[in-house]
């Protein structure tokens, strides 16, 4: 029961935890230089009203407090994890194999060619729980260590929103990979879909006059500014990340279990 599952997990345990580790380790290095950003705030701040830079960066809470900057520097890093970890890591999930010459292991197992992927699918979402777990216990103890203060809730609906991105783009980059199987094509093919949902969002926030182009964008949804402006998870936005996730995935695992492979 579960065994592809379990022996992922044992596989990938390295990179499962150095990335989310990597990325959590930033609070205390932004906390170290916290207290001279603190003296320049108010010039950064008028800086980051700039229509370009809220292209790039978003609405941008305020930074003269130690939560605006928090969300800043965290939250616009796991914007480019959610990139690289959606097109590399499940695409990787089929093409790998390919590349081997293993595709056939899938069908060695006394389990369907579909559950094969969704439990290897499943490791890669195992261990993105860990980013927002080692988030927020690294953000709480940073936080309470130079006395500042931080709405826990709000981290936390943001980093939910960052797991449920992973899972949607993710399930995009596993079915570029059962499409094409070949790791260069899924890769290419996946990086134009996501990147490109990437750069709609960023053009949508230049001008109102093209705003609707972001409304195609998953980037749009589940966003930490949104969360923080609104003070909750929206569950429209929920609803329509987790529904372009389930089909998906759905889909991806349709198409690998139906179509020919040569062995």
Do not use: H
Not at 39 to 54: H, I, T
Not at 163 to 179: D, H, T
Not at 252 to 260: G, H, P, S, T, V
């Amino acid at each position: 029961m579960m065994r592809v599952y379990l022996k992922n997990l044992r596989k990938q345990w390295r990179g499962g935890i150095l990335a989310p580790l990597s990325i959590a380790l930033f609070v205390p290095i932004i906390a170290s230089i916290w207290p001279s950003l603190k003296a320049q705030a108010a010039s950064f701040q008028e800086l980051l009203k700039n229509p370009v830079y809220q292209a790039f960066l978003g609405q941008v809470a305020d930074i003269s407090t130690w939560q605006g900057v928090y969300f800043m520097y965290i939250f616009v890093w796991m914007e480019w994890i959610l990139i690289f970890a959606s097109i590399f890591f499940p695409v990787r999930i089929i093409s790998k194999e390919v590349e081997k010459k293993t595709l056939d292991i899938s069908l060695s197992y006394p389990i369907p060619r579909w559950r094969y992927i969704l439990e290897k699918f499943s490791s890669y979402l195992t261990y993105n729980l860990l980013y927002p777990v080692l988030l927020m216990t690294l953000s709480y103890f940073v936080t309470e260590g130079i006395g500042e203060t931080m709405n826990y809730t709000l981290v936390g609906y943001s980093l939910i929103g960052v797991w449920f991105l992973l899972f949607a783009l993710g399930a995009m980059g596993l079915i570029c990979s059962s499409i094409f199987l070949d790791s260069g094509r899924s890769t290419g093919f996946a990086a134009f879909l996501i990147l490109g949902q990437y750069i709609m969002l960023r053009v949508g926030q230049l001008t109102e006059s093209v705003s609707w182009v972001k409304q195609f964008s998953l980037f749009n949804y589940l966003n930490y500014s949104t969360i923080i402006e609104l003070g909750y998870l929206p569950t429209d936005e929920l609803f329509i990340v987790t529904a372009v996730g389930v089909l998906t995935l759905s889909a991806a695992l349709y198409i690998f279990q139906r179509r020919e492979l040569a062995y």
